[in-house]
């Protein structure tokens, strides 16, 4: 799916190459901006104190289930029949019931995955918000994420706005983003100003470069004595 929207990317930029290059664009890194967020780092601890409950209640239900296991294999010899398949049914009833609430609380779209997307929710809608206005501010038309599922091969640090959207949120302090400081060359003032491009090599058809004509040396003319 990722190869997918990378090529889907790629594919509008070379159908639609010069009217690419006429728009302006940045990308930023999500991830790194929310772990700045003090409303995602609560929504993570919350979150985690939720999956440490509920594996806490699993590992109860599966030491449970270990001792009638136990209790069941030093007994059977004792047993009748009857009394057998009895505890075999608690046993099947009770390894289903583990699994069920394991699949319930862990798996995909179970309670912690619902419950992290609520708390997450937040930090998520101030971070888009943050996001909107510097796409406003700055004029800009496309805003990619680094941290995405599309597939960026090669970001250019000076399209970086990943600062602006943290000083947009309040979290562009020095000793909030020591943890990740953007790289040495990264544009520091306005991400706009690109170096102008090379200039082009002369050709017989388009002669851009013109040379500079030569000084031609006068020679002195002697004047006739009268």
């Given amino acids: 799916m990722k190869k997918l929207k990378c090529f889907l990317v790629l594919g509008l930029f070379l159908l639609f190459g010069k009217e690419v290059n006429a728009q302006r664009f940045g990308y930023i890194d999500s991830g790194f901006i929310l772990q700045k967020?003090?409303?995602?780092?609560?929504?993570?601890?919350?979150?985690?104190?939720?999956?440490?409950?509920?594996?806490?209640?699993?590992?109860?239900?599966?030491?449970?289930?270990?001792?009638?296991?136990?209790?069941?294999?030093?007994?059977?010899?004792?047993?009748?029949?009857?009394?057998?398949?009895?505890?075999q049914e608690e046993?099947?009833?009770k390894e289903t019931e583990l699994r069920e609430f394991q699949r319930k609380m862990f798996g995909f779209e179970g309670s912690l995955f619902k419950r992290r997307q609520e708390l997450i929710k937040p930090a998520q809608d101030q971070l888009f918000e943050a996001v909107e206005k510097i796409v406003r501010q700055r004029g800009l038309n496309f805003m990619f994420d680094k941290s995405g599922d599309?597939?960026?091969?090669?970001?250019?640090?000076?399209?970086?706005?990943?600062?602006?959207?943290l000083e947009e949120l309040g979290l562009a302090s020095k000793e909030q983003n020591t943890a990740?400081?953007?790289?040495?060359?990264?544009?520091?003032?306005?991400?706009?100003?690109v170096p102008p491009l090379p200039a082009a090599t002369e050709t017989s058809e388009n002669p851009t470069n013109k040379r500079a004509a030569p000084t031609r040396k006068t020679t002195p003319v002697k004047k006739k004595n009268n």
């Avoid at 599309?150 to 959207?165: A, G, I, K, N, Q």
């Fill in 180 to 193: 990740g400081a953007r790289p040495a060359d990264a544009l520091k003032d306005d991400p706009a100003d």
């Fill in 37 to 87: 967020m003090p409303a995602y780092a609560n929504a993570q601890a919350e979150v985690e104190k939720l999956s440490q409950s509920w594996q806490k209640e699993i590992e109860g239900m599966r030491a449970e289930l270990e001792k009638l296991q136990k209790s069941y294999q030093a007994e059977e010899i004792l047993l009748t029949p009857d009394m057998k398949v009895k505890r």
């Fill in 150 to 165: 599309v597939v960026m091969l090669y970001t250019d640090p000076r399209h970086d706005y990943t600062e602006f959207v």
């Fill in 91 to 93: 046993l099947n009833r």
